[in-house]
Protein backbone atom coordinates (compact mmCIF):
# COMPACT_ATOMS: atom_id res chain seq x y z
CA UNK A 1 0.00 0.00 0.00
CA UNK A 2 0.96 3.89 -0.68
CA UNK A 3 1.31 5.30 2.08
CA UNK A 4 1.68 9.20 2.73
CA UNK A 5 2.70 10.94 6.31
CA UNK A 6 0.96 14.51 6.78
CA UNK A 7 2.28 16.19 9.86
CA UNK A 8 4.05 19.11 11.22
CA UNK A 9 6.23 17.67 13.98
CA UNK A 10 8.98 15.77 13.25
CA UNK A 11 9.02 13.76 15.69
CA UNK A 12 5.48 11.86 15.01
CA UNK A 13 6.75 11.87 11.14
CA UNK A 14 9.95 9.69 12.63
CA UNK A 15 7.35 7.82 14.62
CA UNK A 16 5.36 6.76 11.77
CA UNK A 17 8.13 6.15 9.32
CA UNK A 18 9.53 3.71 11.85
CA UNK A 19 6.79 2.09 12.25
CA UNK A 20 5.58 2.15 8.23
CA UNK A 21 9.01 0.40 7.60
CA UNK A 22 8.51 -2.54 9.99
CA UNK A 23 5.31 -3.65 7.44
CA UNK A 24 6.43 -4.93 5.05
CA UNK A 25 3.25 -4.45 2.40
CA UNK A 26 3.28 -0.58 3.30
CA UNK A 27 5.70 1.65 0.95
CA UNK A 28 5.92 5.47 1.91
CA UNK A 29 5.89 7.41 -0.86
CA UNK A 30 6.20 10.92 1.07
CA UNK A 31 6.14 12.87 3.93
CA UNK A 32 4.94 16.43 4.05
CA UNK A 33 4.34 18.68 6.94
CA UNK A 34 1.74 20.61 5.36
CA UNK A 35 -1.61 19.80 3.34
CA UNK A 36 -0.51 22.13 0.97
CA UNK A 37 2.32 19.98 -0.02
CA UNK A 38 0.42 16.83 0.60
CA UNK A 39 -1.90 17.62 -1.77
CA UNK A 40 0.23 17.94 -4.92
CA UNK A 41 1.92 14.44 -3.90
CA UNK A 42 -1.61 12.98 -4.05
CA UNK A 43 -1.93 14.54 -7.48
CA UNK A 44 1.42 13.55 -8.76
CA UNK A 45 0.90 9.82 -7.23
CA UNK A 46 -1.26 6.89 -6.57
CA UNK A 47 -2.19 6.76 -2.90
CA UNK A 48 -3.83 4.03 -0.84
CA UNK A 49 -3.46 5.61 3.08
CA UNK A 50 -3.08 9.17 4.54
CA UNK A 51 -1.69 8.83 7.95
CA UNK A 52 -2.82 12.53 8.67
CA UNK A 53 -2.38 14.69 11.62
CA UNK A 54 -5.30 17.16 12.57
CA UNK A 55 -3.90 20.65 13.82
CA UNK A 56 -1.57 21.85 11.10
CA UNK A 57 -0.93 25.39 10.07
CA UNK A 58 -3.01 26.35 6.71
CA UNK A 59 -5.72 23.72 6.01
CA UNK A 60 -5.88 21.42 9.03
CA UNK A 61 -6.11 17.61 8.64
CA UNK A 62 -10.00 17.83 9.45
CA UNK A 63 -10.21 20.07 5.99
CA UNK A 64 -7.69 18.00 3.62
CA UNK A 65 -9.75 14.54 4.82
CA UNK A 66 -12.58 16.30 2.69
CA UNK A 67 -10.79 17.86 -0.60
CA UNK A 68 -8.76 14.41 -1.24
CA UNK A 69 -10.68 11.91 -3.83
CA UNK A 70 -13.01 9.26 -1.33
CA UNK A 71 -11.01 5.96 -2.07
CA UNK A 72 -7.81 7.37 -0.23
CA UNK A 73 -8.18 5.80 3.10
CA UNK A 74 -7.52 8.11 6.26
CA UNK A 75 -6.21 7.51 9.24
CA UNK A 76 -6.03 10.47 11.72
CA UNK A 77 -2.96 10.60 14.09
CA UNK A 78 -3.62 13.35 16.99
CA UNK A 79 -2.88 13.88 20.64
CA UNK A 80 -6.49 15.27 21.24
CA UNK A 81 -9.43 12.54 21.92
CA UNK A 82 -12.21 14.79 21.38
CA UNK A 83 -11.49 15.35 17.41
CA UNK A 84 -12.53 11.70 17.43
CA UNK A 85 -16.21 12.25 16.51
CA UNK A 86 -15.59 14.23 14.06
CA UNK A 87 -12.85 12.16 12.16
CA UNK A 88 -14.90 8.92 11.67
CA UNK A 89 -18.21 11.36 10.47
CA UNK A 90 -15.74 11.96 7.49
CA UNK A 91 -15.34 8.28 7.43
CA UNK A 92 -11.64 7.78 8.58
CA UNK A 93 -10.65 4.24 8.30
CA UNK A 94 -9.13 4.98 12.16
CA UNK A 95 -8.40 7.50 14.84
CA UNK A 96 -5.08 6.85 16.46
CA UNK A 97 -4.60 8.82 19.20
CA UNK A 98 -0.64 9.96 20.14
CA UNK A 99 1.26 8.36 21.54
CA UNK A 100 0.64 5.73 19.38
CA UNK A 101 1.57 2.50 20.38
CA UNK A 102 3.16 -0.27 17.74
CA UNK A 103 0.34 -2.83 18.03
CA UNK A 104 -2.60 -0.54 17.64
CA UNK A 105 -0.65 1.15 14.39
CA UNK A 106 -0.57 -2.60 12.69
CA UNK A 107 -4.62 -2.94 13.74
CA UNK A 108 -4.91 0.20 11.90
CA UNK A 109 -3.23 -0.38 8.96
CA UNK A 110 -4.50 -3.85 8.82
CA UNK A 111 -8.29 -2.34 8.50
CA UNK A 112 -7.22 -0.44 5.64
CA UNK A 113 -5.17 -3.99 4.04
CA UNK A 114 -8.47 -5.85 4.31
CA UNK A 115 -10.64 -3.36 2.87
CA UNK A 116 -8.55 -2.61 -0.33
CA UNK A 117 -8.46 -6.28 -0.46
CA UNK A 118 -11.92 -6.41 -0.62
CA UNK A 119 -12.07 -3.81 -3.38
CA UNK A 120 -9.71 -5.55 -5.43
CA UNK A 121 -11.89 -8.79 -5.29
CA UNK A 122 -15.00 -7.77 -6.37
CA UNK A 123 -13.40 -5.60 -9.23
CA UNK A 124 -10.26 -8.13 -10.73
CA UNK A 125 -13.20 -9.73 -13.58
CA UNK A 126 -13.45 -6.23 -14.93
CA UNK A 127 -10.09 -5.05 -14.75
CA UNK A 128 -8.63 -4.91 -18.46
CA UNK A 129 -5.05 -6.37 -19.41
CA UNK A 130 -3.74 -3.05 -20.82
CA UNK A 131 -3.44 0.40 -20.74
CA UNK A 132 -3.29 3.43 -22.46
CA UNK A 133 -0.08 5.71 -22.59
CA UNK A 134 0.58 9.09 -24.43
CA UNK A 135 3.06 9.08 -27.27
CA UNK A 136 3.30 11.67 -29.96
CA UNK A 137 -0.41 13.78 -29.25
CA UNK A 138 -2.45 10.54 -29.34
CA UNK A 139 -2.91 7.43 -26.53
CA UNK A 140 -1.18 4.56 -27.38
CA UNK A 141 -2.00 0.77 -26.24
CA UNK A 142 0.04 -1.32 -23.91
CA UNK A 143 -0.18 -4.75 -23.17
CA UNK A 144 0.74 -5.29 -19.54
CA UNK A 145 2.36 -8.67 -21.15
CA UNK A 146 4.58 -6.87 -23.55
CA UNK A 147 5.87 -4.33 -20.60
CA UNK A 148 9.37 -5.90 -19.53
CA UNK A 149 10.14 -3.32 -16.88
CA UNK A 150 9.70 0.48 -15.87
CA UNK A 151 12.52 2.81 -15.33
CA UNK A 152 12.51 5.99 -13.92
CA UNK A 153 13.96 8.80 -15.53
CA UNK A 154 13.78 11.99 -13.85
CA UNK A 155 10.20 13.98 -14.29
CA UNK A 156 9.34 10.71 -16.12
CA UNK A 157 9.30 7.20 -16.94
CA UNK A 158 10.43 4.27 -19.64
CA UNK A 159 8.67 1.71 -20.37
CA UNK A 160 10.81 -0.91 -22.00
CA UNK A 161 9.19 -3.28 -23.88
CA UNK A 162 9.71 -6.53 -25.57
CA UNK A 163 10.64 -4.62 -29.44
CA UNK A 164 10.61 -1.35 -28.37
CA UNK A 165 11.51 1.58 -25.42
CA UNK A 166 8.38 4.67 -24.68
CA UNK A 167 9.18 7.69 -22.74
CA UNK A 168 6.38 9.04 -20.34
CA UNK A 169 5.69 11.58 -18.72
CA UNK A 170 4.83 10.75 -15.39
CA UNK A 171 6.20 9.52 -12.05
CA UNK A 172 7.13 5.62 -10.80
CA UNK A 173 4.80 5.05 -8.26
CA UNK A 174 1.78 6.85 -9.85
CA UNK A 175 2.33 4.03 -12.86
CA UNK A 176 3.09 1.47 -10.31
CA UNK A 177 -0.39 1.90 -9.39
CA UNK A 178 -1.83 1.47 -12.53
CA UNK A 179 -0.10 -1.97 -12.83
CA UNK A 180 -1.92 -5.42 -11.49
CA UNK A 181 0.41 -5.75 -8.25
CA UNK A 182 0.05 -10.01 -9.27
CA UNK A 183 2.06 -9.60 -12.29
CA UNK A 184 4.04 -6.54 -11.37
CA UNK A 185 7.56 -6.23 -8.79
CA UNK A 186 8.77 -2.84 -7.41
CA UNK A 187 12.25 -3.99 -6.56
CA UNK A 188 13.99 -0.41 -6.20
CA UNK A 189 12.87 3.22 -6.20
CA UNK A 190 13.62 3.80 -9.55
CA UNK A 191 12.45 -0.01 -11.26
CA UNK A 192 9.16 -2.10 -11.79
CA UNK A 193 9.48 -5.39 -13.51
CA UNK A 194 7.00 -7.76 -14.86
CA UNK A 195 7.73 -11.14 -12.62
CA UNK A 196 7.22 -13.22 -15.84
CA UNK A 197 10.16 -11.19 -17.75
CA UNK A 198 13.01 -12.13 -14.89
CA UNK A 199 15.47 -14.84 -16.10
CA UNK A 200 17.05 -14.97 -12.78
CA UNK A 201 17.67 -13.78 -9.55
CA UNK A 202 20.18 -13.31 -6.50
CA UNK A 203 19.66 -11.39 -3.15
CA UNK A 204 21.36 -8.44 -5.07
CA UNK A 205 19.58 -8.17 -8.58
CA UNK A 206 17.23 -9.45 -10.72
CA UNK A 207 17.50 -9.97 -14.48
CA UNK A 208 14.95 -9.07 -17.09
CA UNK A 209 16.36 -8.74 -20.81
CA UNK A 210 19.68 -9.75 -20.50
CA UNK A 211 20.64 -6.49 -17.94
CA UNK A 212 20.92 -7.36 -14.36
CA UNK A 213 18.91 -4.58 -12.05
CA UNK A 214 19.79 -4.22 -8.30
CA UNK A 215 17.48 -4.89 -6.14
CA UNK A 216 17.51 -1.82 -3.42
CA UNK A 217 17.54 -3.02 0.53
CA UNK A 218 14.43 -1.57 1.23
CA UNK A 219 12.56 -4.00 -1.14
CA UNK A 220 14.96 -6.69 -0.69
CA UNK A 221 12.39 -8.75 2.27
CA UNK A 222 9.67 -8.21 -0.15
CA UNK A 223 10.86 -8.82 -3.13
CA UNK A 224 12.46 -12.32 -2.26
CA UNK A 225 9.54 -13.22 -0.36
CA UNK A 226 7.32 -13.11 -3.58
CA UNK A 227 9.68 -14.99 -6.00
CA UNK A 228 10.26 -17.56 -3.35
CA UNK A 229 6.96 -18.30 -3.81
CA UNK A 230 7.18 -19.36 -7.44
CA UNK A 231 10.31 -21.83 -6.03
Do not use: W
Not at 22 to 29: A, I
Amino acid sequence: MNCLIVDDEPIAQNILKDFISKVDYLHLVDCCSNSNEAFNVVQQNTIDLVFLDINMPGIDGMAFAKIIPKEIHVIFTTAYREYAIEGFNLEATDYLLKPIPFDRFLKSVAKVKKSLQKDGDTSTSEKPEFLFVRQDRKMEKIDFSDILYVESYSDYIKIHLKDRVLVVRESISNFEGKLPKSQFLRFHRSFIGNISAIHSYTHEYLEIADKALTISRSYKEEVLRRLQQFE
